[in-house]
Every structure is written in C-alpha cells, then in structure tokens.
C-alpha cells in the first residue's frame, strides 16, 4: 500500500515535495514513479526511476525542474521546481515490476494528493 502527502496550495514560481510511504517491501527490482491527473484527462507520467539503481526519467513538462528520488525505508520523492499553473493536478505515486511510463503498467497506487498553483 502507498500513501502520498505533501500536496497543498501554492503559488507560481514555488517549490514542493511530495512524498510516498510504501507500508510494504518494495522489491529491489521494482520501479517507483509519479504520476498526475486533472479532471476529464487520462493520467499522465511525470517521472520513474528504478528502486535499485537509478535511471530516472522525466516528462519533457517538468524536465529540468523535478527530481524523483528515494528516502530512508521504504520512501521515494517527488521535488518540483518553480511550479506552474499547469502543474495543478492530482499526484498519484506507483510502484510495479515494469520500467514504463504507462500507468497500466502500474501494480500499486496511492489514493492521490491535490497539488494546486495558483497564479
């Protein structure tokens, strides 16, 4: 089971840290990412890394301003940079046995967090 937290109201320009507790093992072999939703679109891929290693990637949208990575126990992060109104979603963290941006491919989900940015 994964749990998120960190969302909240923000404003442009802002940093944030979102962060995702898994309450089991997380397999060394799994892949760990972030992904996002806003209402009447598909959820979309914000970055994945593997859990041992590191190959992480990231949507061509917060490239260069996010940075996935993994915390004591069983944690990993999402860090998002001078945020933009576009970011407004809610952010959902995954883990699954496959490196894919797809989110079908995912086993496990948290429930969501709102992430709101305002102008």
């Known amino acids: 089971q994964l749990l998120e937290s960190g969302g909240g109201l923000v404003q442009a320009g802002d940093s944030l840290r979102l962060s995702c507790s898994a309450s089991?093992?997380?397999?060394?072999?799994?892949?760990v990412g972030w992904f996002r939703q806003v209402p009447g679109k598909e959820r979309e891929f914000v970055a994945i890394?593997?859990?041992?290693?590191?190959?992480p990637k990231y949507a061509d949208s917060v490239k260069g301003r996010s940075t996935i990575s993994l915390g004591s126990g069983n944690k990993f992060y999402l860090e998002m940079n001078s945020l933009k109104p576009d970011d407004t979603a809610v952010y959902y963290c995954?883990?699954?046995?496959?490196?894919?941006?797809?989110?079908?491919?995912?086993?496990?989900w948290g429930q969501g967090t709102q992430v709101t940015v305002s102008s």
């Open positions: 995954a883990a699954g046995p496959v490196y894919s941006v797809i989110p079908s491919d995912y086993k496990h």
């Open positions: 089991g093992r997380i397999f060394s072999s799994f892949v």
């Open positions: 890394r593997r859990w041992s290693g590191n190959s």
